[in-house]
């Protein structure tokens, strides 16, 4: 259930641009590939989900369009709620930007994980 363009998203809006930092994400990808290829092997299948691929694509093809949206809005709420909690202090709209980014925050959490688990 791993889509590298949105782990790259992640990266891509929360992870300071160092070449340490940066390149934990591609290294995790990069393992997430050579998994794959180990299962494959072990499994002499040309797919991971062995018996199970045709409904795992197909979960995912249903899954993809309502999901991956949700997880690029989060992506931007927890920059969001990054810039607003590294102030000292809030003016009361801030707070109250902050509250309303923390309950969409949850929202897209519940979101992501009712996707996941509908999906297969």
Do not use: C, W
């Not at 969001?80 to 929202?107: F, G, H, P």
């Amino acid at each position: 259930k791993t889509d590298f363009s949105i782990s790259e998203n992640y990266d891509v809006q929360l992870v300071d641009k160092t070449d340490e930092l940066m390149g934990l994400g591609r290294e995790v990808r990069e393992k997430l590939v050579r998994t794959r290829q180990a299962v494959q092997a072990v499994t002499q299948s040309k797919d991971v989900g062995g018996s199970h691929f045709a409904f795992l694509l197909a979960s995912s093809t249903i899954r993809h369009p309502y999901v991956d949206p949700i997880n690029v809005v989060q992506a931007e709420l927890l920059k969001r709620l990054r810039t607003i909690n590294q102030k000292k202090s809030l003016t009361i709209a801030e707070k109250e930007e902050k509250e309303v980014l923390q309950d969409a925050l949850t929202v897209s959490i519940s979101g992501v994980a009712q996707g996941m688990r509908n999906s297969g």
